[in-house]
């Protein structure tokens, strides 16, 4: 098939789903919802276009300098193909990424920025992958808690899941402190909360 995806981060890292996961598609934020999937990958590590397409957009995404001193300076890139816009953001482009620049599957368009200014229990540097229809660029902040998902804008989750080989991580509250209890737990202890976690954790199973 001519319009098949490909990874935008090598090794590309689990998609996060459900209803916890800060990183999934659909979460409520404190102010709005989150239009994206936050993909964890270490400060710097290459960002590559999915597909074909056309620089549309390169602008600032979060930080000081649109407003949002709570986060780093970062950038987003707007490339249109043929599964619409993908928004690679929280990155620094590559210089030679402008509007109207057209790229090849696989190029090389940024790489990933830190985004997070202090740390939350969660990696601090990611690519936040949004989609949107053909000729869209909505602003992330767009859709607010209680409101539908604005038009214009796609899950990218199962887009992604359309690439061999690519996992989904869930989270579960209760699950992951009992996970994180076994670290500290006597051995025997730590043994059966596995076994439990083993049983009950129907996570992953997409
Ligand atoms: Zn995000």
């Not at 890139?77 to 599964?83: E, L, R």
């Not at 604005?150 to 359309?162: K, N």
């Not at 991580?169 to 209760?174: K, L, V």
Request: aromatic share 10%; hydrophobic share 35%.
């Amino acid at each position: 098939m001519k319009n098949k995806l490909t990874c935008p981060l090598n090794p590309m890292p689990p998609i996060p789903i459900g209803t916890y996961h800060p990183g999934a598609f659909g979460v409520n934020r404190h102010l709005h919802v989150h239009t994206g999937v936050d993909l964890y990958a270490p400060y710097g590590c290459p960002v590559m276009a999915m597909e074909d397409g056309v620089v549309i957009r390169v602008a600032w995404f979060t930080g000081l300098v649109i407003g949002m001193p709570w986060w780093n300076d970062t950038r987003a890139v707007y490339v249109q193909g043929a599964s619409g816009v993908f928004c690679y953001g929280e990155v620094q482009e590559s210089p030679v990424i402008k509007e109207g620049v057209r790229v090849k599957q696989g190029d090389v368009i940024g790489h990933v920025l830190s985004v997070l200014r202090k740390y939350k229990g969660r990696p601090m540097s990611m690519l936040h992958l949004e989609q949107y229809s053909p000729g869209h660029t909505d602003e992330w902040d767009e859709w607010k808690i209680g409101e539908p998902k604005p038009v214009h804008l796609y899950d990218p989750t199962p887009f992604l899941l359309t690439i061999e080989g690519v996992k989904t991580i869930d989270y579960d509250p209760y699950i992951d402190s009992v996970l994180a209890y076994t670290q500290y737990a006597p051995k025997e202890v730590a043994e059966a909360l596995l076994r439990y976690v083993k049983v009950h954790d129907k996570r992953n199973q997409v």
